[in-house]
């Protein structure tokens, strides 16, 4: 309906202005376009704000605890062994997901814990860690016996690239040339020669 009318007003202005229509369509969809990118820009800063509440409300209740990891995979939410409620309470559309999840020795207790994108990459396995908890939920890796090691950063296609291609470089600088070869034997020979 709005469009609608939009095109009827702009046409009118255009016939009294001798505006094509081709421009006109092209005005209105500069313009739809613009009012589109405002309104997802406000519904972002929205989502960001809202996220960064939720994380300081995550942090509030957290608790500075020793874990054993046993094991840290990324499984379905369904799969990943939690509590009934914490699946149920789960939107459907999520439920297939694959999380983060921390298998590790809690107290005398094993469980299941989830973890946060950020710390997930720290955790080492097979070593004990301090994290903050909440719950079920792992906000943030503190320490661990021996240092958190940061993930090794995944190279893109250029910086791999690079990589070939100086290594490249360095056996060719590695390995004399042919032609090198005959001239040091040549100017070898000759100085022999001399010294006769």
Known sequence: MLQNTLLYLAAEAGAKKGISGG??????????????????????????????????????????????????????????????????????????????VVKAKVGPKIASLMCDEKAFGLIPEKKEVKVLLNGIYIVEAKSARGGLEPPPVKKNWRQKLRDKYDQIRKEDAGTPKKGADKKGKNAAAETDKKKK
């Open 23 to 100: 421009w006109i369509a092209l005005i209105i969809v500069t313009v739809v376009l613009i009012g589109g990118f405002i309104a997802l820009t406000i519904a972002g800063k929205k989502l960001q704000k809202k996220q960064e509440e939720s994380e300081a409300t995550m942090r509030q209740g957290a608790q500075l605890v020793s874990i054993f990891v046993i094991e840290k995979a990324r499984k379905k939410l369904t799969e990943a062994g939690f509590p009934s409620i914490v699946v149920e309470q789960t939107p459907k559309y999520l439920r297939r997901s694959k999380v983060p």
